[in-house]
C-alpha cells in the first residue's frame, strides 16, 4: 500500500491556519515545509504531492511558492522519499517543463513526479495572455501533445537513476481517464466511496491494457482527508474545532450554484438538488473532475442543496473521502480499501499541519506496518522504486 | 572586488552544495548557473539556496520560450527560498540546446529583443501584485490575507498580454535583482534602460568601450572571463581602472579551487561588505510595494 502526503503547508482545512497549533505565517517558510516532508520520510512514505494551479484564486495561498522550485530545495533536505509536484500542461512550455523537471530529477537522485494536468477557468487564460481557457477536448489533445514531447525530450537524456520522471495525472472525465491510461503511473482521484474507487480503478486499468501497457503499470490512490484520534470522540472533536473558525465568506449555497454550473436562487436551499437542472458532464465547462464527483453525489444521495452545500464548504469544495477515528478505525478502512481493489494506495489530504501529520505517522503508520501493508523501511532508492513501476521503455523515434 | 562563479561540469547535488559552500565561505559574491546542460537554473539555484545562507544566487533566463508568469513564480520562489538571495541575468544569445529542447524555430532577432525588454518591465509589475504586509494572518480576526492590497497586472505589450495578480506573496528582495548580458546592440539598449548589473564578455578594451558607451543605471558592471580562465592580479586592476566592479567567471571545480586558493590572495582587498540579502550586498535599495497607487484591483 502507498502513501502519499498531498502537502499544504497550511493544511488542508481551510479554518486549519486560525487552530492554535497552526503556523500561518510559514506557509512561504521553506524549513517548515522540510519538517513536514522529513516527517513523511521518517514514516517511508512513498512520496510527497503539491498540487498547483498558476493563478491566485480562492482560497488564497493553499500553495503560495511555484512547485518544483519548492520540491529542488526539499530535495536537498531529504534523501528517500519522492517528490511530486503539478505542471500545466496548457500554459507551460513542453521543453521548458522537460529541461525544469530532467533537472529536478538528476539533482533529488530519480526521486522525481509530475502531475500533468490541464486547469480549468478563465482566470487562468488571463495570466497567459488569452481571455477564454480553452475547450475541454481541446485541452486533451494539447495534454498528450505536451506529454509526447516531455517522453521523447527524456528519452533522449536519460542519465537520471530512474530513467525519467514518473507521470501522474488526476483527471476524472473520460478523456482524462483516457489520458491517463495512455501516459499515467499513478493516478490521483476523489472516489467517495469503495464501490466508486472500484469501479473508477477497474476502469482505468482497462484503458491502459488497451492502450498496450502491462499489467501493474498504474498505481490509483484515492484522496482521503483523515482526523485521527486516540478515541474517536478526540478525532470527531477535532473535525467539529475546525469547523467552528471556519470563516463564512461567500454563501455556501451561491458557492455550490457555481461549482454544479446553476443558479441555485430560485429552489428551495431545503428541498433537493434539482438533478434535471444540473448540467451533464458534456456540457459543463469547468473543473470535470470535482464537477463528476458533486454530480455522483447528486444522482446516488439525492441531498438537499443546504446538505450539499455544507458538504462541499467543509471539505474546500472537493468532496474528497473523510474518516475520523482512532488509529486502528482508519487502518481498517484503508485496508478494506486495498483489499476491494479500490486503491493501489492513498493521497492524503491532513487537515490540520503540524498535529494531524503527527498524528497518522504515529498512530495509523504503525497499524498499517503490523499488518504488513506498509514498509518499514526504504528498500529502494528512487519514486519509481517505491512505487514498483518499470523504467518505461524509450519511445521509438 | 565583486566575484561571481559559475560552476561548470558539476552535475550532482552533492558536488554542487560543496561548490557554494566553498563559494561561499570563501566571500564571493554569487553564485551563477547557466542554461543549455543536463541541469537547469531555476531548479538548481533552488536547491542551493536552503544549502547556502549569504551568497547571491543568479539564474540566467532566457526571455525566447517560456510565458513571463511561469518565470516570475520561478524567481519570487527563488527569493523567497533563498531569503532574498535572488538574481536573474537575462542573456543575449542562447545556447543551441535551447532550440533543440524546445523543438521549435527560436524568435527572429527582433522579437527576441522585444520580448526580453518585455520581461524586464513585466516580471517586475508581477512581483508587485501583492503589498509587503498583505499576508496579517490574523487568528483572532480571522483575516488570512488582506484582499484589498493585492492588485491585478494588466500588461499589453507587443509580446504578452498579462490579466492578473501573480499567485506568490512578495519576497523580500521586493524583486530579484536584474543582471544582462551585453553582447549585441539590442542587449545593450536593454542594458541601459533596465540593468542592475551588466556582464560583458570579450577581451578587456573591447569591453572598456562597449561599457564606456552604455549608460544606464546599472550599478554594477562585471567582465566575464572564457571558460576555465581566472583573472590574474594585473587584469583586476586594468578593469578596475575601466569602470568594471568585478568578474564572472566559469570555472570547473579543480579551476575554482585555485581560484580561492591561489588568485583569491593576490587580487588585493576584495571585502564585501556582507548584507543580508543580495541587493544589501551590492548596496541596491529595495523597491517599495505599490501600496502607494491606493487603489488596488
Not at chain 1, 493521497?347 to 504515529?362: D, K, Q, R, S
Not at chain 2, 542551493?48 to 551568497?55: E, G, I, K, N, P
Request: aromatic fraction near 6%.
Amino acid at each position: 500500500m502507498h502513501l502519499n502526503l498531498n502537502l499544504r503547508a497550511r493544511g488542508f482545512h481551510r479554518a486549519a491556519w486560525r487552530h492554535p497549533d497552526a503556523r500561518p505565517e510559514a506557509i512561504t517558510d521553506v524549513g517548515f515545509v522540510t519538517e513536514l516532508v522529513r516527517e513523511c520520510e521518517a514514516a517511508a512514505f512513498d512520496a510527497v504531492f503539491l498540487a498547483d494551479t498558476p493563478v491566485l484564486r480562492e482560497p488564497p495561498l493553499s500553495q503560495p511558492l511555484e512547485p518544483f522550485s519548492l520540491l529542488a530545495a526539499v530535495a536537498a533536505g531529504t534523501s528517500r522519499i519522492g517528490l511530486i509536484g503539478t505542471v500545466s500542461a496548457t500554459y507551460t512550455e513542453p521543453g521548458e517543463a522537460a529541461a525544469r523537471l530532467a533537472s529536478l530529477d538528476l539533482l533529488s537522485g530519480g526521486r522525481l513526479g509530475v502531475n500533468v494536468v490541464t486547469n480549468a477557468g478563465d482566470e487562468v487564460a488571463r495570466n497567459f495572455g488569452s481571455d477564454a481557457h480553452p475547450e475541454h477536448a481541446d485541452r486533451y489533445a494539447n495534454a498528450a501533445r505536451f506529454l509526447d514531447h516531455l517522453q521523447r525530450t527524456w528519452a533522449g537524456g536519460r542519465r537520471s537513476p530512474q530513467g525519467e520522471p514518473v507521470i501522474v495525472q488526476a483527471g476524472a472525465s473520460d478523456r482524462g481517464r483516457d489520458l491517463a491510461g495512455r501516459y499515467a503511473e499513478a493516478v490521483y482521484t476523489g472516489s467517495s466511496t469503495v464501490d466508486d474507487g472500484v469501479a473508477f480503478r477497474t476502469d482505468v486499468l482497462g484503458r491502459a491494457e488497451r492502450a498496450g501497457r502491462p499489467a501493474g503499470s498504474v498505481k490509483i490512490l484515492p484522496g482521503l482527508i483523515p482526523y485521527v484520534g486516540r478515541t474517536e470522540r478526540e478525532a470527531r472533536d477535532l473535525e467539529a474545532e475546525l469547523e467552528a473558525l471556519a470563516v463564512r465568506g461567500v454563501d455556501p449555497v451561491v458557492r455550490l450554484g457555481e461549482l454544479l454550473g446553476l443558479d441555485l436562487a430560485p429552489y428551495d436551499p431545503d428541498g433537493p438538488v434539482p438533478l434535471d437542472a444540473v448540467p451533464t458532464v458534456a456540457e459543463y465547462r469547468g473543473a470535470v473532475s470535482r464537477f463528476v464527483r458533486l454530480r455522483t453525489i447528486v444522482e446516488r444521495e439525492r441531498p438537499t442543496i443546504r446538505a450539499l452545500a455544507e458538504r462541499a464548504e467543509r471539505s474546500m469544495n472537493n468532496v474528497h473521502w473523510t474518516v475520523a477515528g482512532t488509529g486502528t478505525q482508519i487502518a481498517d478502512q484503508l485496508e478494506h480499501w486495498w483489499r476491494a481493489g479500490a486503491a493501489d494506495g492513498f493521497n492524503l489530504l491532513v487537515p490540520l499541519h503540524p498535529a494531524g501529520l503527527t498524528a497518522f505517522t504515529e498512530q495509523v503508520v504503525p497499524e498499517l506496518r503490523r499488518r504488513g501493508l506498509v514498509r518499514d523501511r526504504y528498500t529502494t532508492s528512487t519514486l519509481r522504486g517505491h512505487l514498483g513501476l518499470r523504467v518505461p521503455q524509450p519511445v521509438p523515434a | 572586488m565583486y566575484l561571481e562563479v559559475v560552476p561548470v561540469g558539476t552535475e550532482t547535488l552533492p558536488d554542487l552544495v560543496a561548490y557554494a559552500r566553498v563559494a561561499e565561505d570563501a566571500g564571493l559574491d554569487a553564485v551563477g548557473f547557466p542554461l543549455g546542460g543536463a541541469l537547469e537554473p531555476t531548479t538548481v539555484l533552488s536547491a542551493l539556496a536552503v544549502t547556502t545562507s549569504r551568497v547571491g544566487l543568479v539564474a540566467d533566463v532566457s526571455p525566447a520560450y517560456a510565458a513571463p508568469y511561469n518565470v516570475a513564480r520561478y524567481l519570487a520562489a527563488l527569493d523567497h527560498l533563498s531569503r532574498g538571495r535572488a538574481g536573474w541575468r537575462l542573456v543575449a544569445t542562447d545556447p543551441a540546446a535551447l532550440a533543440d529542447l524546445h523543438g521549435v524555430e527560436p524568435p527572429a532577432a527582433e522579437r527576441r529583443a522585444r520580448r526580453a525588454a518585455e520581461y524586464a518591465e513585466l516580471l517586475p509589475r508581477l512581483w508587485d501584485s501583492w503589498d509587503d504586509d498583505a499576508i496579517p494572518a490574523d487568528k483572532e480576526r480571522g483575516v488570512y490575507v488582506d484582499e484589498a492590497k493585492i492588485r491585478e497586472t494588466r500588461w499589453e505589450g507587443t509580446e504578452f498580454r498579462v490579466h492578473g495578480p501573480l499567485s506568490t506573496p512578495r519576497s523580500p528582495q521586493g524583486h530579484p535583482v536584474l543582471s544582462v548580458e551585453v553582447a549585441d546592440a539590442p542587449s545593450r539598449a536593454l542594458a541601459a534602460e533596465h540593468a542592475e548589473i551588466v556582464t560583458i564578455g570579450a577581451d578587456l578594451s573591447r569591453a572598456a568601450d562597449i561599457l564606456a558607451g552604455l549608460g544606464g543605471r546599472a550599478s554594477l558592471a562585471l567582465l566575464a572571463l572564457p571558460t576555465g580562465i581566472r583573472p590574474t592580479a594585473a587584469l583586476a586592476v586594468e578593469a578596475e581602472r575601466a569602470g568594471f566592479g568585478g568578474f564572472r567567471l566559469e570555472l570547473d571545480r579543480p579551476a575554482f579551487d585555485r581560484l580561492v586558493g591561489e588568485t583569491l590572495p593576490v587580487l588585493g582587498d576584495r571585502s564585501v561588505p556582507a548584507g543580508r540579502t543580495f541587493r544589501e550586498r551590492l548596496g541596491l535599495p529595495r523597491p517599495a510595494d505599490r501600496s502607494h497607487e491606493g487603489v488596488a484591483a
